[in-house]
Structure formats: structure tokens, C-alpha cells
């Protein structure tokens, strides 16, 4: 089992940026590939990033190339995301996500979810 909390969601103007965390707990962190997707209202879950369990490997959506990115720090059980030159359409609530399936670019392939943070990106 892992447990995964979020934090670091809030809101910000068009063109800022913020930093989302995710802190794992409850088996060996760099057994799994961590992610991060999100949900606007009236939307279908979207894959956002995902890293591979050592950190080597990083997939993006098409969507934040190049504005976002996603890291880990193993040692602190958390993985990260930075998220830069925030559009109003990032609006969405970003979930943590956590597989021993890789990679994790679906809904389908993750184990373990987060109970998500509020992203607002205001114009």
C-alpha cells in the first residue's frame, strides 16, 4: 500500500508559477513510478507527467511540454512538480499518482491515487 498527500495548490495569475508536492508513504518509494494527472470540471481525467521509479525516464502530456516538470527526490519519499507559464486552461485539480507500471501515461495504469489539490490559474 502507498499513501500519497499533496500539497502546494493554490491560486495564481496567468503566466506564474507554482511548485506541487507529493509525499509518499507506506512501501519503497523508488519501487514506483510516480505521476501527476488532472481534472477540470466537465473533463475526463488528464495524464500531466510522469517519472520512472529512479528518476531517469520522464514522460509530458502534450499540453505542458515545456512548462512543467516533474522530478523526485527518493531519499524524501516526494516527487514534484513545477509548473511555469501557468495558462487559465491548467485549471484543474492536479491528483498524485503512484504504479508499479511503466510507463504510467493512463488512468488505467495507476495503483494509487492522492486525494488532489486545487490549481486555479486566474487571467
Known amino acids: 500500500q502507498v499513501q500519497l498527500v499533496e500539497s502546494g495548490g493554490g491560486l495564481v495569475q496567468a503566466g506564474g508559477s507554482l511548485r506541487l508536492s507529493c509525499a509518499a508513504s507506506?512501501?519503497?518509494?523508488?519501487?514506483?513510478?510516480m505521476g501527476w494527472f488532472r481534472q477540470a470540471p466537465g473533463k475526463e481525467r488528464e495524464f500531466v507527467a510522469g517519472?520512472?521509479?529512479?528518476?531517469?525516464?520522464?514522460y509530458y502530456g502534450d499540453s505542458v511540454k515545456g512548462r512543467f516538470t516533474i522530478s523526485r527526490d527518493n531519499a524524501k519519499n516526494t516527487v514534484y512538480l513545477q509548473m511555469n507559464s501557468l495558462k487559465p486552461e491548467d485549471t484543474a485539480v492536479y491528483s498524485c499518482?503512484?504504479?508499479?507500471?511503466?510507463?504510467?501515461?493512463?488512468?488505467?495504469?495507476?495503483?494509487?491515487w492522492g486525494q488532489g489539490t486545487q490549481v486555479t490559474v486566474s487571467s
Open positions: 507506506g512501501s519503497t518509494f523508488s519501487r514506483y513510478a
Open positions: 517519472i520512472s521509479g529512479g528518476g531517469t525516464v520522464r
Open positions: 499518482a503512484a504504479s508499479s507500471r511503466w510507463p504510467m501515461t493512463s488512468v488505467s495504469r495507476v495503483e494509487y
